[in-house]
């Protein structure tokens, strides 16, 4: 019973902690956090007992003409002959009316640590190449409007390539956990201009949880259970803090997160709530989010609220009479939702 009580001590003190800090974030950022992992953290590549696929799909400030559109595809599969997960990862985040682009692709790994019964250290990297691009065929210039004909404006083909970098580690046993990852870590630069500089500030996420067992000896069984979270991102002058619960009961999955988010004003904040359903069957968890913006009526419900899909297929090993999944030889406990 303390050990409980210290556990969940911690994960208040890391909530508060995070809430405190003031630094800032310029990476596209998913509602649903753990339905992408290998993006919060590098760690969880392998993180399931079978071949884990992931979809994503975010379209946030959906009453501006210039919404963020991302797509996200990953896969990771845990080795357990060499504790190792592996997986790959391919996205592409568009934003504005002026068809700025950024795809990236590149390979995770992880290594996984026992450290004592129940009781594991995971630390993982991640190496991806970046494409940016800027496409001008949106834009409207003065000539255009004046004379009615195409633009004269002569413009530079505005696009760069980059190495990116970035490193985790997470501890974890069967009903808690607390991770941290850093991104960009060798700070590449992102400028779309030959003669410019633009450094890709580092980003540092921290999050953590702690899992309530709504019956007994169901530890590896998220048909009932109860989650608390809280995550918090920053990189260079802004900073987004979320805390929230899910739940699973038969199949079924609902929570509610608070977002709050600035860029170091009260001016410029963005708070938000997000309420999220999804149905888990046969390996495939189907997930939908709605974040509801509010704090600041001048700026953000102008933009519109944000929409969020999550779908996650666990690609079964073969069956037996049971039809069930095969089971590692040794068994690891993953207290956090496993999309």
Known sequence: MMKKILQFSVLLFVVNLLATLTVQAQDPLFSQFYASPLSLNPAFAGTTNVPRVVNNFRNQFTNSQ??????????????????????????????????????????????????????????????????????????LFNDEINSGRPSNEVLPNLQTGFFDLGLGGMYYERNFWIGVSARHLNQPDQSLLQDGTDRLPIRTTVHAGYKIFLQDNCFDDESNAIGILANYNTQFTFRRFEFGTYVFFNRWLSGVFYQGSNSGTSKERGDAFSVMAGYKLKGITLSYSYDFAFNNPNRFPRLGNSHEIAIAYLVPFKADKNNVYRKMKSKRYTPWPTF
Do not use: W
């Open 66 to 139: 210039g919404r963020f559109i991302t797509y996200s595809l990953t896969a990771d599969y845990f080795i357990e002959n060499f504790n190792s997960g592996v997986g790959i990862t391919l996205q592409t985040d568009k934003q504005g009316v002026g068809g700025y682009r950024s795809t990236d692709a590149g390979l995770t790994y992880a290594y996984q640590l026992q450290i004592k019964k129940n009781k594991f250290f995971r630390m993982g990297i991640y190496g991806n190449y970046f494409r940016r691009d800027l496409n001008y065929s949106n834009l």
